[in-house]
């Protein structure tokens, strides 16, 4: 079973910044892209950052400048620092992968379970 864990979230005050980590595990026989997504309670889930298709970035309008999208191929990691945080980015952060699995019958998408993150002002 393919499976993605979140790290990292924690209460900080505005203006700090947290690094989260997602770490992917299971019979994975590569990983197309990865990325994070974050969801206030009563609001959809938002793209934050992800990987593209062809190999770019891809960050939302409110956390360019602010927030980097990072990946450990060897280890299977995704990482999101975070800096210059605020409170309206409090929210579940998850983790996602589009990845390749021979076992489990092809390609598939994965979410994590979530981690929160919450800036106090």
């Known amino acids: 079973q393919v499976q993605l864990v979140e790290s990292g979230g924690g209460l900080v005050q505005a203006g700090s910044s947290l690094r989260l980590s997602c770490a992917a595990s299971?019979?994975?026989?590569?990983?197309?892209?990865m990325g994070w997504y974050r969801q206030v309670p009563g609001k959809q889930r938002e793209l934050v950052a992800t990987?593209?298709?062809?190999?770019?970035?891809k960050y939302a309008e409110f956390v360019k400048g602010r927030f980097t999208l990072s990946r450990d191929n060897a280890k299977n990691l995704v990482y999101l620092q975070m800096n210059s945080l605020k409170p309206e980015d409090t929210a579940v952060y998850y983790c996602?992968?589009?990845?390749?699995?021979?076992?489990?019958?092809?390609?598939?998408?994965?979410w994590g379970q979530g981690t929160l993150v919450t800036v106090s002002s």
């Open positions: 996602s992968a589009h990845l390749y699995s021979a076992s489990e019958g092809g390609y598939l998408d994965v």
């Open positions: 299971g019979r994975i026989s590569s990983i197309v892209f």
């Open positions: 990987e593209t298709l062809v190999g770019t970035l």
